[in-house]
């Protein structure tokens, strides 16, 4: 038996050592403390949390983990709760908490591909990846790139809502057409490159005519393909065989249900013998 005066100090001891471990607690803890925290886990001090200090787990004594952003996961004795490491943030490769910390809920610790090659130079480089990577519009009216960027910015505004795919945008065009010359008899071809949410109908007309095209003309085409990138869509516009009459200028035009935005390129056409005459349409023609 020891003496009472004796037992209070050591169990004040034992409370100390728990409260030393590296990430014990994450409880609302701001940016720079974080960067203190994360230089302190580096330290030689890790080495003996998995040794005979935690050998015994005691439920009881461990702190109430609060304020995670990216969900609760067990600390490195296997034993109390700390918080997961954001998306981002450096990790432990492996489902052994360490060093750097174990990634949240619905993410996992990847090597970057490109520094990666420096991990045994002692530079750290796996990071928390979100494992779905879908964008989401939040009730906010903001476009969440993935998953788990929702859930972080749930946890500071609790009640916002998310759906599938980013938020509704006007079609936005990515690669517009380029002005074009060639000669007469030749072919060619505009390309067209929208990004919108609802996905854009992409149309092509000729200024001063109303007909989408192709219209009836036997020798212009219309072709789309969705991408390269997700909500994107591409449109080519060939004319071939052309003539005089197809110089002008084409426009293309993404439109959803949010509203439209159109992108215009010139193309004159030669006559044959004019071939290297000139670069620029306009400089050339009446268009
Ligand atoms: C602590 O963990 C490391 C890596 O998992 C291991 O190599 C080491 O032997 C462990 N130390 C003790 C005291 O269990
Ligand atoms: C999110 O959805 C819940 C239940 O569907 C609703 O009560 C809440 O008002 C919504 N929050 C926002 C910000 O729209
Ligand atoms: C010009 O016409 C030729 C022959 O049809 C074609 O191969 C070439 O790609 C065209 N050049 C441009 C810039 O469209």
Redesign the pocket.
């Known amino acids: 038996m020891l003496p009472g005066e004796i037992i209070l100090p050591l169990l004040l001891l034992g409370v100390g050592l728990c409260q030393s471990f590296p990430h014990y607690t994450y409880d609302d803890m701001d940016d720079d403390l974080a960067m203190t925290f994360d230089y302190y886990k580096d330290t030689d001090e890790v080495?003996?949390?998995?040794?005979?200090v935690c050998e015994e787990c005691m439920p009881e004594l461990c702190h109430e983990t609060r304020g995670c952003r990216a969900g609760l996961v067990r600390d490195s004795c296997g034993c109390c709760f700390e918080c997961g490491n954001l998306e981002g943030q450096s990790c432990d490769l492996g489902d052994?908490n360490?060093h750097y910390g174990i990634c949240g809920e619905g993410m996992e610790c990847k090597l970057d591909p490109i520094n990666g090659a420096y991990e045994d130079e002692g530079v750290h480089d796996a990071q928390c990846v979100c494992v779905t990577q879908e964008p989401m519009c939040g009730s906010d009216g903001r476009t969440y790139m993935n998953l788990c960027k929702y859930k972080e910015a749930a946890f500071e505004s609790p009640g916002l809502n998310v759906s599938d795919g980013p938020c509704k945008t006007v079609p936005i065009i990515k690669v517009p057409p380029r002005d074009l010359v060639n000669v007469s008899g030749s072919s060619v071809v505009f390309l067209c490159e929208v990004f919108a949410f609802p996905m854009a109908l992409v149309e092509w007309r000729k200024d001063g005519k109303d007909v989408i095209l192709p219209g009836d003309d036997p020798h212009i085409s219309v072709q789309s393909r969705g991408g390269p990138q997700k909500y994107e869509l591409s449109s080519w516009l060939q004319i071939e065989e052309t003539t005089r009459a197809d110089s002008g200028t084409y426009r293309c035009t993404g439109r959803n249900e949010v509203g439209d935005v159109s992108a215009a390129a010139v193309l004159g056409i030669l006559p044959p013998d004019r071939r290297c005459a000139s670069s620029r349409p306009d400089e050339e023609l009446q268009v």
């Open positions: 080495d003996y949390r998995n040794g005979s052994k360490v």
